[in-house]
Nanobody, 123 residues
Framework: QLQLVESGGGLVQPGGSLRLSCAAS????????IGWFRQAPGKEREGVSC??????YYIDSVKGRFTISRDNVQNTAYLQMNDLKPEDSAEYFC??????????????????WGQGTQVNVSS
């Protein structure tokens, strides 16, 4: 059974940075597309970014500020978040297994989800 564990969230001031990690166990992530999602209180969950092989996708609101990457040796995915804004505050989740990430489309139905890590951007 593939398990995902996120870490790296926290409280940061506007303009600050955080790096989220998504560590996988139980199966190799090598052949999976990986997505990062977020959900703020009272809002629907939204896909933020995904990676599949060398292809990456970002929603417009994070382009130029967030960078997704993966380390297949460490079996871990990352989301580097720079120039954070209060509207980035949310619980962030990584997911895989069924994520569609190619050709400008980020979607699908992920089978495996982490427990989430909270990001709060506030002065």
């Amino acid at each position: 059974q593939l398990q995902l564990v996120e870490s790296g969230g926290g409280l940061v001031q506007p303009g600050g940075s955080l790096r989220l990690s998504c560590a996988a166990s139980g199966y190799s992530l090598d052949h999976y597309a990986i997505g990062w999602f977020r959900q703020a209180p009272g809002k629907e969950r939204e896909g933020v970014s995904c990676i599949r092989d060398d292809y990456t996708y970002y929603i417009d609101s994070v382009k130029g500020r967030f960078t997704i990457s993966r380390d297949n040796v460490q079996n871990t995915a990352y989301l580097q978040m720079n120039d954070l804004k209060p509207e980035d505050s949310a619980e962030y989740f990584c997911a895989t297994g069924g994520v569609h990430c190619e050709g400008g489309v980020f979607g699908g139905h992920a089978r495996y989800w982490g427990q989430g890590t909270q990001v709060n951007v506030s002065s």
